[in-house]
């Protein structure tokens, strides 16, 4: 993987001045939320790559993404950077693929994996405040819940790519389907598991409750600034996948 960032020196700059925010993040807090990934980042990795049916949906993310050969694409909180080789599929030889994300230890995993792929390159930092100012597209999986305003992230993921650009979210929320309802249960106890410590505990606002409605918010938000908007849920409903190309300002 390219350790140069792709999108001039000017994104490592900006990266190392642009430290993250604890008031826009999870609820447990940066250090915490870094602290967690980065213990689990190895496993992580296994589960973002070998679930069954993940690699189709990512493969599917990427195809309805659909960037064209020569994109710069970003995708925000990449962890392990499972989507990257499926964008660096669709951009390569010319295009390039940047994954941004906040915790060291999914990065290292990622840049370990990908050091040798030509033209995908990882950056450290916040995903609200990108290290990018241009793409053509950005993409996001499973990170809109974990952002205490996830729809304001949206709109600056879309300020980046400017009207005519991708914007992409996938995510998993409790299944609104017949089909999947009743195992909703089992997704809330799965989502309380697996969230970092500090974002568990409170009473007045479960996990699979706070991640439902941050999901709900951040897909409308791509919904409001984007034109030809695809959405389709698999797995029973629990992966919600939305793609759009911004559109010229509203306002
Ligand atoms: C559930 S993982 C998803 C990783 C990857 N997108 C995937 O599909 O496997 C969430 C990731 O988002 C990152 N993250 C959460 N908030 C972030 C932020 N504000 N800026 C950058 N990364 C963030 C975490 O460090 C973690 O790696």
Redesign the pocket.
């Known amino acids: 993987m390219d350790t140069d960032p792709p999108l001039g020196d000017d994104a490592r700059d900006r990266t190392a001045t642009r430290e993250?925010r604890d008031s826009?993040?999870?609820d447990g807090g940066?250090a915490t939320?870094?602290a967690f990934?980065t213990r689990w980042?190895r496993l992580?990795?296994a589960?973002?790559?070998r679930t069954p049916g993940?690699g189709g949906l990512?493969e599917r993310a990427a195809e309805r993404l659909a960037p064209a050969r020569g994109d710069v694409v970003v995708?925000?909180?990449?962890?392990?950077?499972?989507?990257l080789p499926y964008f660096r599929e669709r951009v390569a030889p010319e295009g390039r693929v940047l994954?941004?994300?906040?915790?060291p230890g999914?990065?290292a995993v990622a840049h370990d994996r990908l050091r040798d792929v030509p033209a995908v390159s990882v950056v450290?930092?916040?995903?609200?405040?990108?290290p990018v100012d241009e793409a053509d597209a950005v993409f996001?999986?499973?990170?809109s819940?974990?952002?205490a305003d996830p729809a304001a992230?949206v709109r600056t993921w879309a300020e980046i790519v400017g009207p005519g650009g991708r914007l992409g979210l996938?995510d998993l929320a409790r299944s609104t389907r017949p089909v999947g309802r009743p195992l909703n249960d089992v997704f809330r106890l799965v989502v309380r598991a697996?969230s970092p410590p500090g974002t568990r505990s409170r009473l007045d606002d479960s996990p699979a409750a706070r991640l439902d409605r941050r999901v709900v918010a951040a897909h409308r938000a791509l919904l409001e600034c984007c034109d030809d908007v695809e959405h389709e849920t698999a797995a029973l409903g629990y992966a919600r996948l939305s793609v759009g190309t911004v559109a010229e300002s509203r306002e």
Request: glycine letters at 12%; hydrophobic letters at 45%; aromatic letters at 8%.
């Open positions: 993250p826009l993040l999870t940066v939320t870094q990934y980042a992580y990795d589960i973002a790559r993940i990512r995708d925000m909180g990449c962890g392990t950077g499972a989507n994954g941004v994300d906040f915790t999914v990065l450290r930092g916040d995903a609200t405040r990108p996001a999986s499973f990170v819940g974990m952002l992230a996938l697996t």
